[in-house]
């Protein structure tokens, strides 16, 4: 059984910055590509970064510039760096893994492509 637990969101200020966590529980963590989605109040879940076994970074066009991701298989930990925020950044933001596929990269910006899922993060930016 995997488990992912989010952690890190928070209420700021349009312009700050948050550091959100993932850590995954129960297999290699290695053996895994991570990617973030967040989900607005009202709108469909959208993708928003992704990080593969390697290194490998996408991101989503609103971001770009503005998040990173990094990974640290040694904890089990990934990292989403959110930066500049802005008020349409406010949302739950939800971690999920995704086992070795040879065709992740026709994959990554589909959530339904995800094995395993955390419970998500609240992210709120005020103006």
């Known amino acids: 059984q995997v488990q992912l637990a989010e952690s890190g969101g928070g209420l700021v200020q349009a312009g700050d910055s948050l550091r959100l966590s993932c850590t995954v529980s129960?297999?290699?963590?290695?053996?895994?590509?991570m990617g973030w989605f967040r989900q607005a109040p009202g709108k469909q879940r959208e993708f928003v970064i992704f990080?593969?076994?390697?290194?490998?970074?996408y991101y989503a066009e609103s971001v770009k510039g503005r998040f990173t991701i990094s990974r640290d298989n040694a904890k089990n930990t990934v990292y989403l760096q959110l930066n500049s925020l802005q008020t349409e950044d406010t949302a739950v933001y939800s971690c999920?893994?995704?086992?070795?596929?040879?065709?992740?990269?026709?994959?990554?910006?589909?959530?339904?492509?995800?094995?395993?899922w955390g419970q998500g993060t609240q992210v709120t930016v005020s103006s």
């Open positions: 990080i593969s076994w390697k290194g490998a970074v």
């Open positions: 129960g297999r290699t963590f290695s053996r895994y590509a």
């Open positions: 999920a893994a995704m086992a070795f596929s040879d065709i992740w990269n026709l994959k990554y910006r589909d959530s339904t492509k995800y094995d395993y």
